[in-house]
């Protein structure tokens, strides 16, 4: 409830002040990093802000209907999310983000509260009541 900080690394001892890169009182959940671009997920969005001074550099809004109570994965320099609804956005994020696609899995109304896991390609998700598994199909 108290927003992020960011802190340098290094020092020892109490480096709150020391080390002390920024604070946003605005920035809540769990960030994601990615090259140089901390993803701060929020509600149907992420804002995408420099990691290093934590600028704001875009907002992208990636649902259409529920908020995301999991935490956003990057595999393969792609964003994916799960939200409530069981609908997942996948998004490039980089100098230009844009979503790249938005699914929803359909005939299962419990909840998708779970953050996504990804092993060997396959892309893990999670409802109330079943967990699934996507992956490419091979040409």
Same mark, same amino acid.
């Given at each position: 409830?108290? @927003? $992020?900080?960011?802190?340098? $690394?290094?020092? &020892? @001892?109490?480096? !709150?002040? *020391? ?16 090259? +140089? $671009?901390?993803? !701060?997920?929020? @509600?149907? *969005? ?6 290093? !001074? ?8 990636? &649902?259409?209907?529920? +908020?995301?109570?999991? &935490?956003?994965?990057?595999? %393969? +320099? ?6 409530? %609804?069981? $609908? ?21 109304? *419990?909840?998708?509260?779970? !953050?996504?896991?990804? &092993? ?6 999670? *409802? %109330? ?11």
């Amino acid at each position: 409830g108290w @927003g $992020s900080n960011a802190f340098r $690394s290094g020092g &020892s @001892g109490n480096v !709150t002040k *020391s080390h002390k890169q920024w604070h946003h009182p605005g920035i809540y959940g769990i960030p994601l990093v990615f090259d +140089d $671009s901390l993803i !701060t997920p929020f @509600g149907k *969005s992420v804002a995408i802000r420099d990691a290093k !001074t934590g600028r704001e550099r875009h907002q992208l809004r990636l &649902s259409q209907s529920e +908020d995301g109570f999991a &935490s956003p994965v990057m595999a %393969d +320099d792609k964003l994916y999310w799960v939200f409530k %609804d069981g $609908s997942v956005c996948v998004a490039q994020i980089g100098p230009k983000p844009k979503q790249l696609a938005y699914n929803v899995i359909k005939g299962d109304a *419990s909840l998708f509260n779970a !953050t996504p896991a990804i &092993s060997k390609g396959q892309l893990f998700l999670r *409802s %109330d009541k079943f967990l699934y598994c996507i992956k490419k199909d091979k040409p």
